[in-house]
Structure formats: C-alpha cells, structure tokens
C-alpha cells in the first residue's frame, strides 16, 4: 500500500508564501503522477496541480496558474507545492494523491492520498 504524508501547512499572511511537501512510500507503475487538490470547508474537492515522475511534466488549475509551483525530487520520493501570492480563496486541507493517468485531474482518478494539511490565509 502506497503510503502519502503531506506537511508544510499552516497560518499565513495574504500575499505570502508556503511550501508543501508529500512523502511517498513508493512509486510504482500505479504513481505514475503525483497530484495535489484542496478542499476548503464545505466545499467539494478540487484539483490543484500535478507532475509526472518521469520527466516532471507539469500541469495546474487555472485558480493557481502563476502563483503555484510543483516539482518533484525522485531520489526522496517527494513532490513540492510551492505556493506564492496566497490570497483567502487559498484556504483549504490539501491532499497529495497518485494516479496512473498521466492526465488525471479528477478526484475518482486517484488511487492513494495522504492525510492533508491545512492552509490558512489571513490579513
């Protein structure tokens, strides 16, 4: 079982900045992409950004397009969620996730997640 443990979160600043990190167990044929997606209270979940293992292709929700960055450094097994420009619509848990589809934006399409961390942004 393919095991995801998020960190990073916390209370920030509108404008400011945080980096998240997700820790994997493992990367099989089934992590073909790690994926991050949020979900802010009472609202349903939705896809942030993801990157390929091989080749760090990468690809991001319209919402965070220029502000967020995800990279991955396979030698830890580790993808990054560099987050900049935060802004109140930002305030949410969120999840890593793999998927075998290389073009997986849907939440169905992920087979492992992690635990979440919470990002507040503040004034």
């Known amino acids: 079982q393919v095991q995801l443990v998020e960190s990073g979160g916390g209370l920030v600043q509108a404008g400011g900045s945080l980096r998240l990190s997700c820790a994997a167990s493992?990367?099989?044929?089934?992590?073909?992409?790690m994926g991050w997606f949020r979900q802010a209270a009472g609202k349903e979940r939705e896809f942030v950004a993801a990157?390929?293992?091989?080749?760090?292709?990468?690809f991001y929700a319209d919402s965070v397009k220029g502000r967020f960055t995800i990279s991955r450094d396979n030698a830890k097994n580790t993808v990054y969620l560099q987050m900049n420009s935060l802004n109140s619509e930002d305030t949410a848990v969120y999840y890593c996730?793999?998927?075998?589809?290389?073009?997986?934006?849907?939440?169905?399409?992920?087979?492992?997640w992690g635990q979440g961390t919470q990002v507040t942004v503040s004034s």
């Open positions: 996730a793999t998927s075998p589809n290389p073009l997986a934006t849907r939440a169905y399409e992920y087979g492992y």
């Open positions: 990157i390929t293992w091989s080749g760090g292709a990468a």
């Open positions: 493992e990367r099989t044929f089934s992590t073909y992409i």
